[in-house]
């Protein structure tokens, strides 16, 4: 096992780890086009966003990688204080990584499972 996280709440965790996923999809499309700009004439030209802090307010421009480096940042800080909260409640609900996914094929089988854990417990 490579890592165990505890999931409090799926659609919660589900819907943090896709923004987390798209930012840093975008962030790496920012810094692919701002890599061309450098190598380009003009290096001073960097990619920006309009965004709007909320439904009043005006359109300020906010430099892309700048932005989405921020994101994934609050992403990342939401991730880990959920984690911290959940990880004293026991919920019954845990998220597990494999090295490989042999590994996780053979866990998925019950009987190899309970065989595995009858060995390791009878030593």
């Known amino acids: 096992m ?3 996280s505890v999931i409090s709440d799926y659609k919660e965790c589900l819907q943090l780890t896709n923004l987390l996923k ?3 999809g975008k ?3 920012c810094a692919q086009v701002n890599e061309i700009q ?7 030209i960097r990619l920006n966003l309009k965004r709007r802090k909320n439904r009043f307010a005006t359109k300020s421009s906010y ?3 700048d932005y989405y480096r921020d994101k ?7 991730i ?11 919920c019954g609900i845990a998220f597990v990584v494999f090295r490989s996914s042999e590994i996780a094929l ?4 019950k009987e190899w499972f309970r065989q595995s854990t009858r060995d390791k417990l009878s030593i």
Do not use: C, G, T, W
């Open 2 to 4: 490579i890592n165990v």
């Open 22 to 24: 798209l930012a840093a």
């Open 27 to 29: 962030f790496q499309k």
């Open 38 to 44: 450098r190598a380009s004439s003009n290096p001073a």
């Open 63 to 65: 430099d892309a990688e």
């Open 72 to 78: 994934i940042e609050r992403l990342i800080e939401a």
């Open 80 to 90: 880990q204080r959920e984690r911290e909260v959940k990880s004293s409640v026991n």
């Open 106 to 109: 053979k866990m998925l089988d």
